[in-house]
T-cell receptor, first 114, second 113 residues
Framework: DVKVTQSSRYLVKRTGEKVFLECVQDMDHENMFWYRQDPGLGLRLIYFSYDVKMKEKGDIPEGYSVSREKKERFSLILESASTNQTSMYLC?????????????FGPGTRLTVL | KQEVTQIPAALSVPEGENLVLNCSFTDSAIYNLQWFRQDPGKGLTSLLLIQSSQREQTSGRLNASLDKSSGRSTLYIAASQPGDSATYLCAVRNWNSGYALNFGKGTSLLVTP
């Protein structure tokens, strides 16, 4: 089975802190994704990566950056956390190619910024 | 931009009923459509993936259909059980949006004993 793990289930940070959310997948997938999920807004794509050191902006990249130094790990960075970044963050991975492939999701990290 | 809508937003049914969840999308140029289940506070579990060339997919008591030309998909759940209670999300992948999934806001299902 595909396994996507996220470093924390719950996280509480203060405004202005630098926050790292880590995601690891064990299926040698090329593609990895970060989404955030908010009530009434659904899931929205923040960033994705289709290869090591490659990244592409999604729909809402402002206030975020990402890092992919190794194939299995994709990090989401909040350079200076703000209260409007309080949300559920979901990581996903999928094999190469965009046509036929599923995305598999991790359990999520619920981030609260005070 | 692709818009994905799911109706109804919430549904409550007694155990044993067959039910249909609806998903519609505005841009029919899709690669595929994926149905997910999400339990409260948890991540997403993939249920079914339908390619654009397919009309339906089945897994156990679940059947998903796709009518690409009309921009619609349905998820049929047979003989519902309390364990089916969750939020069901529909997501499509477009030809012009690369790798991204566009999600609906989900249908929250409650199956009562």
């Amino acid at each position: 089975d595909v396994k996507v793990t996220q470093s924390s289930r719950y996280l509480v940070k203060r405004t202005g802190e630098k926050v790292f959310l880590e995601c690891v997948q064990d299926m040698d997938h090329e593609n990895m994704f970060w989404y955030r999920q908010d009530p009434g807004l659904g899931l929205r794509l923040i960033y994705f990566s289709y290869d090591v050191k490659m990244k592409e902006k999604g729909d809402i990249p402002e206030g975020y950056s990402v890092s992919r130094e190794k194939k299995e790990r994709f990090s989401l960075i909040l350079e200076s956390a703000s209260t409007n970044q309080t949300s559920m963050y979901l990581c996903a991975s999928g094999p190469a190619g965009k046509v036929y492939n599923e995305q598999f999701f991790g359990p999520g990290t619920r981030l609260t910024v005070l | 931009k692709q818009e994905v809508t799911q109706i109804p937003a919430a549904l409550s049914v007694p155990e044993g009923e067959n039910l249909v969840l609806n998903c519609s999308f505005t841009d029919s140029a899709i690669y595929n459509l994926q149905w997910f289940r999400q339990d409260p506070g948890k991540g997403l579990t993939s249920l079914l993936l339908i390619q654009s060339s397919q009309r339906e997919q089945t897994s156990g008591r679940l059947n998903a259909s796709l009518d690409k030309s009309s921009g619609r998909s349905t998820l049929y759940i047979a003989a519902s059980q309390p364990g089916d209670s969750a939020t069901y999300l529909c997501a499509v992948r477009n030809w012009n949006s690369g790798y991204a999934l566009n999600f609906g806001k989900g249908t929250s299902l409650l199956v009562t004993p």
